[in-house]
């Protein structure tokens, strides 16, 4: 069954049911994921994001702070200043604890800094109420997770597709599209599978052209190959380095994987909530590619 089509003999209310429930499964897969107990993510009455001014850079964050607790309180990010510019490719590395989860968080506007402040794509995320900022993760923002996060009951081409109907565009149309991104990631044969019918490294491809598919400015990455073998990792990884290129998006991976920051431009090193250095990817790993 294709995303809003309704059961045999039924009609127009049954479809915008189907259609409803598959939103609202992925909204909450997402906020899920990123493990944020505070926000509301409604995706009724979304107005618009763009009024706040551009700058130059995807990301920006100002001398950002993120404290959680009252009591004993826990510095889990301190006096961040990091600016990503379009097109860039930043990994972001560190032990557990060091503030990684938290700077996504901050980033998708799932969550506010106790102090400073964290811009995308040129918008102040702390001006936005939590329906503005739903929109900004549906226009501005493609993820992609190491668990895939793809929506189990769906299709390929429906879970690509999903982000443009999202967005309002007609079923047909948002999946005209997918079935194109679906053979830009090479599973053009794969469109009518549902994810158990696929392997790890084809399921990260349907998430990578679910997280392209809007041409996002932004493409946030939490562990992409986390959960593949090496030589699909691999593949993945060679997969973004072209689509990366070919639509420009930023590009702002949490990683562990060496190969996978070697990809990168710059590596941002987190420990203990601070930015403990940045520097170029090991070359040898970088002349790998
Ligand atoms: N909701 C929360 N409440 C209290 N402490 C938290 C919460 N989320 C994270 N922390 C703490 O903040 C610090 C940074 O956590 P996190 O950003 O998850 O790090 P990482 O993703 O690098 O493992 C850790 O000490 C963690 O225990
Ligand atoms: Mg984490």
């Known amino acids: ?51 706040s001014p551009m700058t130059q850079s995807t990301i920006q964050l100002e001398q950002v702070c993120k404290n959680y607790g009252n009591g004993k309180v826990v510095h889990a990010l301190r006096d961040i200043d990091l600016s990503v510019a379009q097109g860039e490719r930043v990994a972001v590395m ?33 001006d936005l109420n939590d329906d503005q900022r739903t929109r900004m993760r549906r226009e501005k923002i493609g993820m992609i997770f190491q668990t895939f996060n793809l929506l189990p009951t769906l299709s390929a081409v429906e879970n690509a597709a999903l982000p443009l109907r999202l967005q309002g565009m007609h079923r047909k149309e948002a999946e005209h599209r997918a079935a194109a991104m679906l053979e830009r990631v090479g599973l053009g044969t794969r469109i009518t599978h549902r994810p158990d019918e696929m392997s790890g490294g084809e399921r990260q491809r349907v998430a990578i052209a679910r997280a392209l598919i809007f041409s996002p400015p932004l493409l946030l990455g939490d562990e992409p190959t986390g959960n593949l073998d090496s030589a699909t990792g691999e593949e993945i990884l060679v997969l973004l380095d072209d689509l990366q290129k070919e639509f420009n998006s930023t590009l702002f991976l949490v990683t562990h994987n060496d ?17 403990l250095k940045e520097q170029r990817p090991d070359p040898v790993l970088a002349g790998s590619h």
């Open 1 to 51: 069954m294709l995303l809003g089509d309704a059961p045999p003999g039924r009609g127009h209310a049954d479809r915008r049911l189907v259609t409803r429930w598959a939103i609202a499964a992925w909204t909450v897969q997402f906020r899920f994921r990123v493990n944020d107990p505070g926000s509301i993510d409604s995706s009724h009455g979304a107005s618009s994001t763009n009024g």
């Open 259 to 275: 190969l996978v920051a070697s990809f990168c431009d710059r590596v941002v090193i987190l420990r203990d909530g601070h930015i």
């Open 94 to 126: 560190g032990p557990s604890g060091s503030g990684k989860s938290s700077l996504l968080n901050l980033i998708c506007g799932l969550d506010d800094p106790t102090s400073g402040t964290v811009s995308v794509a040129g918008i102040k995320i702390l």
